[in-house]
């Protein structure tokens, strides 16, 4: 993948407010489950879900089974390539 291809893929996983808030809550919390990401959005558990399976289809975030739940975190690393990228745009 081109980065300006990786830059667009990253750019259409961010593309939308409740993916935004998202990232936002997982970078000042470090790391939450789901219902706890359901609770701050006014979105329906399974619009939750879509937005997160986005983030984590595009590298952004990172999803481990704790037990029934799946508890979600930023991948800083890709988010600091999404930054270089635009950057150099």
Do not use: F, N, W
């Amino acid at each position: 993948m081109t980065q300006d291809q990786t830059l667009a893929a990253l750019c259409k996983a961010v593309g939308h407010p409740a993916r935004v808030a998202i990232l936002r809550h997982l970078l000042q919390v470090d790391r939450c489950i789901c219902g706890d990401i359901v609770s701050i959005l006014p979105l329906a558990q399974s619009t939750v879900s879509q937005h997160l399976k986005q983030l984590k289809e595009a590298g952004l975030i990172r999803g481990e089974i704790e037990g029934p739940r799946i508890c979600y975190c930023a991948d800083k690393d890709r988010l600091a390539e999404l930054k270089t990228l635009i950057t150099a745009l």
